[in-house]
């Protein structure tokens, strides 16, 4: 399970309706509701500046939080709704449901890479490209993985590791079909600029060929 689920920390709304709405927004707050778990609806605030760090960290609507009101046990919750101010941007109103350890959720998992040491592309002085670090997955609410392993080991220049060839914890998958890279063994750069340079060499050198064939084809 994931060693870290971030904290999101509201207070508990002493009425409901658009005039209290307006009185927590008023106080630097930002109005919303805890539904579902077979409990009833709460009516939280949350604070402005701590939600909208949270909305530009990213991926807010990803990402499993507990949420920690004073007088209520902690829950898991993930956020189904923001509502903004159709001028300013800025959040007026958020819905977060609660989660059964049993439901299923998509998120984004972090992926580790190691067996550098193993690796003869990097002993060569290939350069591990990371083209994805974090993986989106459907996991259980209860069950989510710290991380997902990706091993480095026996790959060579030019090599690809895609979401297929790496195990993923049990009970998770991923939300995209297709099979992506999730990251390669790419040539050192000074190899890439001596390919460049002959590349450009033998172009240079056709260039130069054509013409004098064409001048003897002439004379003759």
């Known amino acids: 399970m994931a060693g870290e689920i971030p904290d999101l920390h509201a207070q508990e709304r002493t009425g409901t309706g658009k005039g209290a709405a307006r009185a927590a927004r008023r106080e630097g707050m930002v109005p919303g509701i805890v ?12 604070p ?7 909305l530009k960290a990213g991926r807010f609507k990803s990402t499993l939080f507990n949420l920690k009101v004073d007088g209520h046990d902690d829950v898991r919750v993930i956020c189904r709704d923001v509502q903004r101010d159709v001028v300013k941007d800025l959040p007026t109103h958020l ?3 609660r989660l059964r350890r049993t439901t299923k959720i998509n998120l984004f998992i972090t992926v580790d890479f190691v067996g550098e040491d193993d690796c003869p592309g990097i002993r060569k002085g290939g350069v591990l490209t990371v083209v994805r670090n974090e993986i989106e997955l459907m996991v259980t609410a209860g069950d989510i993985p710290e991380s997902v392993t990706v ?13 297929s060839q790496i195990e993923l914890p049990d009970g998770a ?48």
Do not use: H, Q, W, Y
């Open 95 to 97: 819905d977060l449901m």
């Open 48 to 54: 402005f500046n701590e939600l909208l760090k949270k």
């Open 173 to 220: 998958k991923p939300t995209i079909d297709r099979d992506f890279v999730i990251c390669n063994i790419s040539a050192p750069s000074a190899l890439k600029s001596d390919e460049s340079a002959e590349d450009e060499d033998g172009e240079a050198t056709e260039a130069t060929e054509a013409p004098a064939e064409e001048e003897a084809a002439a004379e003759e």
């Open 35 to 46: 539904f579902g778990g077979d409990v009833d609806p709460l009516p939280i605030n949350i």
């Open 151 to 163: 091993s480095l080991e026996g790959l060579n220049v030019g090599d690809n590791v895609t979401i």
